[in-house]
Structure formats: C-alpha cells, structure tokens
C-alpha cells in the first residue's frame, strides 16, 4: 500500500491479516527497515498508539523518530496563501516536506475538535500531510478514523473466532466526556468488509454517519442486538447528528455479565482506556469474556504488517522506477 | 531475579556486582536483549536515572519506550472497583496489563507524597504494577527506596575500597527542601548486606525507619561518626517521625575538609544531584576526595546488570516452561 | 575534529564537505557508532535540529539519548562558588561530568536572551559544557552561531553552483518577531571560508556584528546587491547594534520573484521555519527557485559528517593514548 489513512488504502485484507499473524508468531527483530526512519507526529497525547507503533517499527529495524507537536509548541499555518505574521511559525508545506526528508515514513495523530462537522470531516491536518508530504503516511487516529486501531480488532476477532460469520454486535456505552467517532466508524467499514454478521446499536440520536454505516443494520434497542452476539465491541462516542454533543449518560447502556446473559458467550471488545463500571463493568473486564487486553497485544503486529506492507511497496516502486 | 523492587529480590550479591564489574571493564554492545522492550513510566522527573538505565538497556540491544505519566496527563485509578466518572480515564489493571504487552519489562518511577507514612509505605503505584503486570517490574525510585542507587553505590565502594572491612559513615547533610527517604533506606540495607562497619549520623529527629535501620548504630554527634571513616556517604532526607517535615537547615553538618580531617582519607559519595555549599562544599567535590562522578558512571553498570539477569531468568523460564 | 563549536574547529573543510556528500550517496547504516551514544541537552525547543542530528547519529549506529532540560525542569547553576539554596538543583560541573559518564558526544542547543550583549557574547551554557565535559561537545545552536546549519549551507550551495565563484548575497528579511544573530553570524564566517563573491544587505541599524563580518561587503540597498546572485539567503535578525531590538518590519525588503529578476536566475535559501509571504513570497518558495528542502534534507549529512569524524579522532586517540 502508498499510504494507510484510511481502510479504503487496504488492497488485500485478508493478506495483511496473515501477515500480520505471522509477524505475531515469529515476534522477531527484522531487518527491512534498517536504516529507515519513521517518523511520529502527535498533535494529540497518544500512550497505546504510540508504544505500538513504536514497538512494531523497531522489531522491523527502523529508528523511530517522535514529535510532540502539542508540547513543543509547533503551530502550523494550513491556509493557503496566509501572510504568516501571527503566531504560527511554519507553513503545512514547509513542515510535511522537510519531515519527508528525514522519513522513510511518516504518522500522524490528529484528533477532532467536534465543534465543526465540516472541518473535521475535511480532515485538514492528515490530508495536509498526504498532499505535501513525499512520503508515505500513516494515520494514528484522526477526526473521523482509527484505521491502525481497526486493523487490530479484525485480527482479534479472527484469532477467536469459533464460526465463519460470527455475529458482532458494537454498542455505545455511557462516558463522562463527548468523544470523537473516529473508533466506531472505523470499526463499522472493516466489519463490512468482513462480511461478518454486524449490527450496531446505540441510544436514538446517536446514529452514526448514515454514510459510513450504510446498509448496516442499527439498532435502538441495546438487548435485542445483544442476542446470540458472538463479540461485543463497547464504544462511548458523542452524537453525529447533534454534532459532537454528549446527549445523555444513560448508565443502563454500560454493558455487564447480566447483559452478556443473552448472547452466545460473547467475548466483549474495547479499543482502551476504558471507563471500569461506567462503560463496562469488572464483572466483564476481570472475566475470560474480555478480549481488550489481547486487542492492545494485537496493535503492534498490526502496525508491523502496515509498516511492513509500505516498506516494501516502497522498494519494489524505488526498484522499478530507479529513482532510489 | 524475577523483579527488581527491593534489595531483597538480589539472590547472589557478589555474582551480581561482579556481573556489573565485567559488563563496566567490556562495555561493549551485547545481543541478549535484541527484539526485547524496556518499558520506563515517570510519574516523576528523573535525568540520571533515565539515562543511565536507557544506555544500559541499549547497551544490551534492547529498545527502550520512555512515557511520562505526568506530562502526558495519564491519570490512573489505583481503587479497585471505582466508578471511573471522574477525570481518572486508565484503571491500573488495565495499564499495567497493556504495557505487559508491549514491554518484556517494564521499569517505574513514583516518588512519596511525603504526606502520609502509612500510604507512601504502601508503595501503591510500584505494588500495583508488580501485582498487574505480566512482565518483571525494576524499580527506578519508589516512596521508600532507590535499589538501583543502593548497587551503584555498593559496585563504587568495592572498587575503591583498601581493606575488606572499610567504615561507611552515612550522614545527614542540610537541604532547602523535605527529601524522601528512599536513597538512605536503600544504601542502609546494602549496607547491612555488605556487612562493613556501617554507622548512620544525623541530628536528632532525623532517625530514619527503625525497622530498616534495625541493629545499625546511630549516632547524633557527626565528629564523632567520621571519625576513621573511609567512605562517607552525604544525603539529606526529611523526619521519619515527624513524617515528610524538614526539621532543621544546620548548617553545620554540611561536609567539607575540615570535616574530613578527622577520617582516614575517606572518599565522600553522593548519588547528586548535590547543592553544591549546602549539603557538600567545593573543597570536598573539587578535590579527588570526590567519589560522585564515578558513582553516577557506574548506574550504567548496575542497572545494565540487573536488566542482564532478568532477561536471563525470563529466558530460562520460558525455555523450562515452554511458554514462549 | 574534537569538538564542534564553532566554524573554526574544522581542519579540512573540504573534506568535511566531500564526506557529507559521500554520506549522502550512500545513505547507508553504518556501525562506526555501535555501542556509542549521542546525548542531545535542548534548553530551547528544536525540531528539525532534533530530527537531522538524531537521524545522522542512528544512520552511524549510534544510540541517542534527548534531554529537554526545559520542560525536565532542570535548573542548574553556572556560578563558581554559589552556595545552592534556591531553585537550582545542580551546578554544571556534576551535570557536565555526569552527562560525560552516560554520553560519547553531548550536543547543546542554547539560545540567546538577547538582553545583554555581553552575557550573550559569553555563551554560557555552550562553554561551561565544553570546560566541564570530558567528551566531545556540538553545537546544536547557540547564543550567537549555528555551525551545523552552516555546514548544510556549504553543502547545498556546493551542490548547486554552477560556476567555482558564485555571488552570494545574505540578506536581511522582516520578520514579526525578534530573532537571534545566530544563523547570519554562522552563515557569514562559512561563506569567507568558501572565498565566494560574498555580500551581505540589510537595513541601516542592522549590520551584524563587525568583529564576524570583517572586511565582507555590506550594502543597505538591497536591489543593488541582489543584482547578478547566484544565491540568495534570506533570514531576518534582531540589531547588534541596538543589541536584540526590532528596530523595523519593513515589508520592501521580503524576498519575492519580481526581487529576483535582477539576479542571476538564483537560488533562494532559508534555514526554516519560513513565514511565507512575510519573509519570502509564495511565488518563491512554491518554484524551482527554492532551494529550501534541499538545505533541509542536508541537515542530515552535515551533522553525519560532524560526528563520524568525532567518533574517528576519538577513536584514533583512545588507541594511541591507550586511554581507552
């Protein structure tokens, strides 16, 4: 693959969940990346996704660099064609090119501000860096997807799967803050090319974008989903329609062992952190129903089989085209 | 060893400063640790202790993952079953099991609130990780000790001292500010370890934990515990009794020349960073006297050993156990 | 060389360069750094600084270890003889010496305060660690020269000459805030180096520091010494004179394509970040005009033939002092 921004980036997915098993089972240091770099940009706090990601390139031999935007203060001017006389010290261009010069490869975290659907849909930031910078990149979470985050839970699923069509069931559950959608969405386009049996629900006014969820089935009534799920993935998100805005907190949505009662046994799915007792309650977490601590050992093989997959299109393209 | 928490993790002390020895004559780039994570998690600023325990990892071929709990705002929940709706958003459970992950072991930093005795004695934070990791926990300075401080300074004396039984005086020094008590408590039980004629000087007040100290003399005239001393270790720490408070600011137990004069040429240790004229004097760590730099040279060498020997245990028990 | 402070610890400038270009053919791992570690100590944030010099030291298998002594809160003291009872917690001879004890090479980045000319004349920082390190010391941006970046600007302008003497004009550009002397300073004693056909032009009042530009040609018409450049190097400064004021904006002077149409079809350069359209236009730095990311990309290179020869003469020396 060019880049992974988006699960649309993805040419073979079930190659790349095989890689990314037997990346997981040899868990050895490769050298493919000797003397590559990538380079990490957070304009967000990252613990998971960045240890992962970490992880993941130094077992293929890169140096990873990492940089805080956040922290180190590093405004960026996106406007084209701004007078730069304020606050922001580098232009977009300037920052993705120069990156590109010291990266192989290069990731990027840029969440939502959920005050303006446009804006965040237009996904200003990792757009920027796809447009200006020469290299590929990597998205980490971004307003409206957590690709990486994705890719990990379809190999989950796949690792425990005990059928060929499992039933997945993602619920919203109740959180004390709006959070982005960037989870559930991303969730929602790989179960439908998983062609699992997948169903959403969620609280009404909670609908996800209707262009995202397609003909996935969505329903408002949390047990009837619930029933013969074979996974249940929890998820907080704020509202799409009353655009980023926490409607309610409604805790009889939190998901329990009295809620897993009408399922077929199913293992209970959370991207982390997780909110114990507001959105699922330790009865499940400290149960063999829970799966989250096997997604979070997953994410660094499934950033290996990505960074892996862009390393060597990247090779092959530098070999072809002989512009090494 | 399993964990490095306590100086009672060491099996064999002398194997294990001879380990530390060998690695410091070599200092060479090993393999054993190639495809391993260090993990290090600060829940407190630390220069020397990161460094030395970053470059000992990566003198084993480890990679190394740095977090910062503070800066990057990871509030945890310690309390088993809380309703996490606060601004609390990672159970410990969870963390320490996620980074058990990522990390083939995971090393932390959580300094005393020198608040409360019963609860910094408690060593929550360390406990919780050794209790919900899956991998070894190494301790970089917890409320109540400094081990890996305690085996640089015990490597520093077996390098310089001239007879087999030589006069270790640790004593008390003025400070502007309430300090743990976690380097003394660790350097006396390396020194009732190493069995040399240990003797601790402080004013009266300052008697550190009777049930570290144990059998050791204490003593509350510091001329008369220098004298013939051959190594004298300075530190400030605040009351044990009159818990976390600075009591005095005497300047006249500061170590300078003119206090040396009565010691058998004692060379004079410090685990810095030192206020140079307020705990030592320029006369004393200007002069070859001084034994702090080599001190903080041999952290390398210590962590680089105890990191040496977990990698080994943890190898061992997954070629008995197969469970690789 | 032994250390890299300013431009005159180069010996062979020459063949510092072809061994840049050389590094830069190659892009290759190497291993003359194994087991070697770099200690970059930034009091002033850094970027592409960070990145390049972090990238140049991996590329020769080095290890490197970034210390913020800002946000590490890591005050330390620099007066001989202080007694230290306020907020500094070490004085710079322990943290030079101990930094010495973990690093192979200490890189320092300091900036001015541009308040005192004197004090920052002095440069401190820089100099106490090059008194008080026992290992090699590199500048990574001081308070009055940038000798890496002046190095890449060797490099690139090497690169692009299309005759052996070309007209390079360094030339003042507004700027909304006020900036350090640093680049222009390091970039001036580079050029008298090169013996190219050097001018420099600015406004009145900000003439750079006469002792640096010596007998260079300084033009306060701008128009005039642009006319027939070949290169083109835009960078803003705060007054010497008027020590570290803005004394003007003056937007005549930013660099645009119709400034550029009396020179020699030439080259513009910039160390970055770049306020567009207040520093250089966009017309410049979105044509084949800018030679921008190319300074960028040598960044790199530079600091990779910088520390391969520290690395080799302190290799040569350790086996010929056997001090190893």
């Not at 200006?132 to 994705?150: F, K």
């Not at 709006?178 to 909670?206: C, H, R």
């Not at 950033?303 to 997959?309: C, G, M, S, T």
Request: net charge negative.
């Amino acid at each position: 693959m060019k880049n992974y921004i988006d699960l649309s980036d993805i040419k073979d997915l079930q190659a790349l969940l095989t890689e990314a098993s037997e990346l997981k089972k040899a868990h050895a240091a490769l050298e493919i990346g000797k003397g590559k770099t990538l380079g990490m940009l957070f304009f967000n706090p990252s613990l998971r996704t960045r240890l992962s990601t970490e992880k993941a390139a130094k077992l293929l031999g890169m140096d990873v660099l990492v940089m805080n935007a956040g922290s180190d203060g590093w405004a960026l001017e996106f406007e084209d064609g701004a007078i730069m006389n304020s606050n922001k010290a580098e232009h977009i261009k300037e920052a993705a090119a120069v990156l590109s010069q010291y990266c192989d490869i290069i990731a990027v975290r840029a969440f939502p501000e959920l005050k303006d659907r446009k804006e965040d849909e237009a996904e200003n930031i990792l757009n920027s860096f796809k447009n200006y910078a020469s290299v590929p990149v990597v998205n980490l979470e971004s307003a409206t997807g957590h690709p990486l985050q994705a890719l990990t839970d379809a190999l989950t699923i796949q690792e425990l799967k005990k059928k060929d069509k499992p039933k997945v069931v993602l619920t919203w559950a109740p959180h004390p803050k709006a959070l982005p959608q960037s989870v559930p969405n991303s969730f929602t386009k790989m179960m439908q090319k998983m062609e699992f049996d997948f169903v959403i629900t969620n609280p009404e006014g909670y609908d996800l974008n209707p262009e995202i969820t397609k003909n996935t089935r969505v329903v408002h009534n949390q047990d009837e989903a619930l029933k013969d799920a074979d996974f249940v993935y929890v998820k907080n998100w704020s509202s799409y329609e009353d655009y980023g805005q926490k409607l309610s907190e409604d805790k009889s949505w939190m998901i329990s062992q009295e809620k897993l009662k009408a399922t077929n046994n199913a293992r209970v799915m959370h991207c982390l952190p997780v909110r114990r007792n507001m959105v699922i309650a330790d009865d499940v977490l400290d149960s063999s129903s829970s799966a989250v601590i096997l997604q979070a050992k997953n994410r660094t093989f499934a950033a290996q089989a990505v960074l892996k997959e862009i390393l060597e299109e990247t090779a092959n393209a530098s070999e072809l085209g002989k512009n090494a």
